[in-house]
C-alpha cells in the first residue's frame, strides 16, 4: 500500500511524464520506474501504467485537435487500426519472447535519431489522398502491434513515420502520432483490466497529473513548433537506447 507521500510522487511523475508522451513518447521511462519503486511487481507496474497514461494520450490528442493539427479523415482510420494492432500485438506476447525484438529496436532507434539530425525533410501539410491514409493506417497498425507487443519507442516510432512517410512538421506528425497512442493505450488498458492488472486507488491519482501533463505538453509542441519536438525526441531515444542497452547487458 503506498503512502500518501509516495502518491504524490507518482503523481509528479506522471505529470512529467504527460509532459513528454504529448510531445514525443516515452513517458513511461518515468512512470514505470516511479510504480516499481514503491513496491508495485512488474505485472501491475505495467497495467496501472497504461490504467494512468491513456488520460495523458487523450488530453494531449484533444488539445492537438483543438489547434487544428489532427487530420479527421486520418484520426478515422489510424484510431482504430491502432486499437486493433494493439490487440494483435498484444496476443503475440503469450506466444514469442519480447526480448528477441530489443535488438531490433536498439537499431531502429538509432536510426530514428540519425533520422531526427541528419535529414530535414521538406515538411508540409500532406493531403489527404487515398495513398496517404494507406500508409497512415498501416504504420498506425503495425506500430500498434508492436505497442501491444513490446512497447519502448512506441511514440518516437509514430512520430518518425508520420515525419518520413507523410512529409509532415513534427509537429503535426506529433499530434497525429497520439490518435494511435491514445488507441492502443486504450486497447492494452481493456487487456490489463480484463486481468486484473490495474491498481486503480494508484491509476486514478496518477491520471490527474496525466490529464496536466498532456495537455501542457501539447501546448508546448504546439507553441515551441518543431525544435521542441526534435529536442525533446533526440533526449527520449537517447534515454531509451541506454535503458534497452542496459537490459540486454544485463548491467541493471
Not at 492537438?64 to 479527421?72: E, I, N, P, Q, T
Not at 503475440?92 to 530489443?102: E, G, I, Q, T, Y
Amino acid at each position: 500500500m503506498a503512502t500518501p507521500g509516495q502518491v504524490v510522487v507518482l503523481v509528479v511523475a506522471a505529470l512529467g511524464a504527460g509532459v513528454v508522451d504529448a510531445i514525443a513518447g516515452g513517458g513511461g521511462l518515468l512512470t514505470i520506474p516511479a510504480l516499481l519503486a514503491v513496491g508495485l511487481p512488474p505485472h501491475l507496474a505495467l497495467g496501472t501504467n497504461k490504467g494512468q497514461s491513456v488520460f495523458g494520450s487523450t488530453a494531449a490528442l484533444v488539445r492537438f485537435a483543438r489547434a487544428g493539427l489532427v487530420s479527421l479523415p486520418r484520426a478515422r482510420l489510424t484510431i482504430p487500426l491502432g486499437f486493433v494492432g494493439a490487440l494483435l500485438g498484444a496476443t503475440l506476447v503469450l506466444r514469442v519472447d519480447a526480448a528477441v525484438l530489443r535488438p531490433l529496436v536498439l537499431a531502429l532507434l538509432l536510426g530514428a535519431a540519425v533520422f531526427l539530425v541528419a535529414v530535414r525533410p521538406r515538411a508540409r501539410a500532406a493531403a489527404v489522398t487515398s495513398r496517404a491514409r494507406l500508409q497512415a493506417g498501416l504504420l498506425a497498425l503495425g506500430v500498434g502491434a508492436y505497442d501491444g507487443f513490446f512497447g519502448p519507442g512506441t511514440g518516437t516510432f509514430l512520430v518518425v513515420g508520420f515525419a518520413g512517410l507523410l512529409a509532415l512538421p513534427l509537429r503535426q506528425a506529433s499530434a497525429e502520432a497520439k490518435a494511435v497512442n491514445a488507441a492502443s493505450n486504450l486497447a492494452a488498458l481493456l487487456l490489463f483490466a480484463l486481468r486484473g492488472a490495474v491498481l486503480w486507488r494508484l491509476a486514478l491519482p496518477m491520471a490527474l497529473g496525466q490529464l496536466v501533463g498532456g495537455w501542457l505538453g501539447a501546448h508546448l509542441a504546439i507553441h515551441g513548433g518543431d525544435r521542441v519536438v526534435r529536442f525533446v525526441l533526440l533526449a527520449v531515444v537517447s534515454a531509451l537506447v541506454v535503458k534497452l542497452a542496459g537490459d540486454w547487458l544485463g548491467l541493471w
